[in-house]
């Protein structure tokens, strides 16, 4: 099945910095790649994604770029601001619209001070 | 529209003990998936259904049984209770309509067996 490795575990950052986090995927059929995050207590929230015909995908301060050879995929969060502050995970998955079974990765603990 | 909501919050089992969390959304998809996560970790998949009237095994299926009741309602049963299924369980739907892909989580059931 498939797997998802996810890098680093935590990371801190000052506010107005960059934010880099990036997933690696084994099965290469695998389409989707969605990020969630999620705010202590909450539910996962989907923040972007990314389908597997495109390299780059921008939401205002975020970004995920998808390298399909290597198998990797990366979120940016640009401008950090202390509400970014949260556990983030990537997903992976293959199918059809509307009925994936997602593979998420570990998570990232991402800190914002300020 | 209240998405996608689960009952109950909270729950505190016995080992052997059984019970049957529920799941209902009211976004009209035809997918539903139930999600473990543990601390620390990431999301698993448990079970999915792509559709009234079927279900699919995730990655980790021992020890759970499903029900898609009809399209608004999916349950996840757990038979006899074991430590091991301490968890934050969340329920999500999603649907390909309009070409939109995302997976929305219900707030999560907070499981304790002891």
């Given at each position: 099945g498939e797997n998802v490795e996810q890098h680093p575990s935590t990371l801190s950052v000052q506010e107005g910095d960059s934010a880099v986090i990036k997933c690696t995927y084994?099965?290469?059929?695998?389409n989707y790649f969605p990020w969630y995050k999620q705010e202590l207590g909450k539910r996962p929230q989907l923040i972007i994604d990314i389908r597997s015909n495109v390299g780059e995908k921008k939401d205002q301060r975020i970004a995920v770029t998808l390298n399909k050879t290597a198998k990797h995929f990366s979120l940016h969060i640009t401008?950090?601001?202390?509400?970014?502050s949260a556990v983030y995970f990537c997903a992976a998955s293959k199918g059809d619209m509307g009925r994936r079974a997602l593979t998420f990765g570990s998570g990232t603990r991402l800190q914002v001070q300020p | 529209n209240a998405g996608v909501t689960q009952t109950p919050k909270f729950q505190v089992l016995k080992t052997g003990q059984s019970m049957t969390l529920q799941c209902a959304q009211d976004?009209?998809?035809?997918s539903m998936y139930w999600y473990r996560q543990d601390p620390g970790m990431g999301l698993r998949l448990i079970y999915y259904s792509a559709s009234e009237g079927t279900t699919d095994k995730g990655e980790v299926p021992n020890g759970y049984n499903v029900s898609r009741?009809?399209?608004r309602e999916f349950s996840l049963r757990l038979e006899s209770a074991a430590p091991s299924q301490t968890s934050v369980y969340f329920c999500a739907s999603s649907s390909s309509a309009g070409g939109i892909d995302t997976q929305y989580f219900g707030p999560g059931t907070r499981l304790t067996v002891l």
């Open positions: 084994s099965d290469s059929a695998s401008e950090t601001q202390p509400e970014d | 976004m009209n998809h035809n009741l009809n399209k």
